[in-house]
């Protein structure tokens, strides 16, 4: 069975950092395009960062500079290191995986994982 499972979510005040993972249980994940989403209440969920299966990396404008995305195959897990972080950056985030596709939209990834919270206050 696949999982998705991030950790690493928590409070932390601006201009704070968190790092955040995910674990995954998929055959094969190191051909897999891994990525970050978010997703803040009343809006469209939205792309952080993805990390292709040849390490190649794109992020979203608004966090480039501040937010590094990275994989470890062979422990199939998914990191995010956040820092300098602001108010903006609260959401739901949630980790993605998918076979044939690499983008910062969220249609098309086969697997997600729960979702874990992050909340940034002033």
């Known amino acids: 069975q696949v999982r998705l499972v991030e950790s690493g979510g928590g409070s932390v005040q601006a201009g704070g950092s968190l790092r955040l993972s995910c674990a995954a249980s998929?055959?094969?994940?190191?051909?897999?395009?891994v990525a970050w989403f978010r997703q803040a209440p009343g809006k469209e969920r939205e792309g952080v960062a993805t990390?292709?299966?040849?390490?190649?990396?794109t992020y979203a404008d608004s966090v480039k500079g501040r937010f590094t995305i990275s994989r470890v195959n062979a422990e199939k897990t998914l990191f995010l290191q956040m820092n300098t972080m602001k108010p903006e950056d609260t959401a739901m985030y949630y980790c993605?995986?998918?076979?044939?596709?690499?983008?910062?939209?969220?249609?098309?990834?086969?697997?997600w994982g729960q979702g874990t919270q992050v909340t940034v206050s002033l």
């Open positions: 993605a995986a998918a076979l044939n596709l690499c983008w910062l939209r969220p249609d098309g990834y086969n697997y």
């Open positions: 990390i292709n299966r040849d390490g190649s990396t």
């Open positions: 998929i055959y094969g994940y190191s051909s897999y395009c």
